[in-house]
């Protein structure tokens, strides 16, 4: 078990070690939607890559993540074949977000021996994810054109 310091260090450490080996701007935070981002997320049992819709309007979450559901079918065939879609996704503090992600097993932010693989994931996960939405952004934006 680490103390906290030790766990933020290794924390920061790893986040390092993974821009070192990626030196690449994400698009995370940058979607041009408000409250929909792309995340990197680990600890001690897996690694994931995330998209979160975290609308405090819940018709406004639907609408988004019913559209990315409705290319669910070109997202699983052309980018990412093993991508979860969950609308009503709870997060540990209640808030109910929907999520689509992709999930490695058996890595841990605490084993450096299985960092490089994380690394790989994340990079192999979060390109084509991106390159999905860049492609399908303007469908996905426009809230007046339907599902």
């Given amino acids: 078990m680490y103390s906290k310091e030790e766990s933020l260090h290794l924390k920061k450490e790893f986040w390092v070690q993974f821009s070192i080996a990626y030196p690449k701007k994400w698009l995370l935070y940058d979607t041009k939607i408000r409250d929909v981002a792309f995340k990197f997320y680990i600890d001690n049992k897996k690694a994931q890559v995330q ?50 992600w992709v999930e490695k097993l058996n890595v841990s932010i605490s084993n450096k021996n299985t960092w490089q693989e994380v690394f790989d994931f994340f990079n192999d996960t979060m390109t084509p994810f991106e390159h999905f939405f860049y492609e399908y952004q303007d469908y996905i934006k426009n809230l007046e054109q339907n599902v």
């Fill in 51 to 100: 998209l979160d819709i975290e609308m405090k309007d819940e018709e406004k979450r639907k609408i988004y993540f019913e559209k990315i559901e409705s290319l669910k079918t070109i997202l699983m065939d052309d980018f990412i074949p093993d991508v979860i879609l969950e609308r009503n996704f709870y997060l540990e503090n209640g808030k109910i977000i929907s999520r689509i």
